[in-house]
């Protein structure tokens, strides 16, 4: 199994998401979160699950869509290292 960490970014990307989600509906916030880090969890079973991001190439990034929610990742010699989350309404 690959070891999985998470960038300072990816873990801001959650707080915010959180944060921006809790004011409105704070059990739907806590859900999303939760919804995410588990498909983030699956990851190390079936790191290849992701549609390959051939535009970053020669890293391994790769792409989960998880609800409206989009995860990035990269697969390298150290594990899978979560890039970014974010809705995938947003404007990035």
Known sequence: ???????????SDLVRLHEFLAPVNTRAAAEIVRMLTRAVGRLPHQ?????????????EIRRIIVGHYEIRYEIDAGGIHILRLW???EER
């Open 1 to 11: 199994m690959m070891r999985l960490s998470w960038t300072r970014k990816a873990t």
């Open 87 to 89: 809705h995938t309404r």
């Open 47 to 59: 790191p290849r699950i992701g549609v390959k991001l051939d535009e970053f190439a020669p890293r």
